[in-house]
């Protein structure tokens, strides 16, 4: 099965900085990646996602990059707010896996006032 | 008002108990999945149904069991077969086909051992 491995587990940012956030996964046949953020007390939302045929992904101050060849895909959120803190999953899903999503063990970004 | 809810929000067992979650959805959504989350482990599948009276094993499925017996409806139950049931449950729903893959996520049930 697919394991994706999630690094690192806490990072902290003064405000406005930017952070980044990686995952490598181990199953080549994964096509699609999906980040989900989870702020304290509540649920994960998906927050943006790329599929295997698209090298970068942009929306705001997010942006996703997947590097099929290296089998990684790293989060970027650039002028970082307060509100960004949350804990951070990123997931892999197998083509044809009905749905199966794995997920990393997560990232707990904390900005800095 | 949309959207997935689970019950109750926090929940107590006792040794050798067996104990259900409740997870319901009226967004329409043939699939629906049961997550555990620990700390510093992320999200790991339990169970998940892609159809009504259809479900599958996830990677820990081992000491839980569900029903699919409605489309709304996913319960869990942790069975007194699993050892270590103390985490937080997440059960989310999606649309299995077409483009749109986004997990809707329910508000989770924290479960203790008394």
């Known amino acids: 099965g697919e394991n994706v491995e999630q690094h690192p587990s806490t990072l902290s940012v003064q405000e406005g900085d930017s952070a980044v956030i990686k995952c490598t996964y181990s199953d080549s046949a994964s096509n699609y990646f999906p980040w989900y953020k989870q702020e304290l007390g509540k649920r994960p939302q998906l927050i943006i996602d790329i599929r295997s045929n698209v090298g970068e992904k942009k929306d705001q101050r997010i942006a996703v990059t997947l590097n099929k060849t290296a089998k990684h895909f790293s989060l970027h959120i650039t002028e970082t707010q307060p509100e960004d803190s949350a804990v951070y999953f990123c997931a892999a899903r197998l083509s044809g896996s009905a749905r199966q999503l794995t997920f990393g063990s997560g990232t707990q970004l904390t900005v800095l006032p | 008002d949309g959207g997935i809810t689970q019950s109750p929000k926090y929940l107590f067992r006792k040794e050798g108990q067996n104990v259900t979650l409740s997870c319901e959805q009226n967004?329409?959504?043939?699939?629906m999945y049961w997550y555990r989350q620990d700390p510093g482990q992320g999200l790991r599948l339990i169970y998940y149904s892609q159809i009504v009276n259809d479900f599958q094993k996830g990677d820990i499925a081992e000491g839980y069991s569900v029903s699919r017996e409605k489309k709304e409806s996913f319960p869990l139950t942790v069975t007194s077969a699993q050892k270590n049931p103390t985490a937080f449950y997440l059960c989310?729903?999606?649309?299995?086909?077409?483009?749109?893959?986004?997990?809707?996520f329910g508000s989770g049930t924290q479960l203790s051992v008394l």
């Open positions: 967004l329409n959504h043939d699939a």
């Open positions: 989310a729903s999606s649309i299995p086909t077409g483009t749109n893959e986004k997990l809707f």
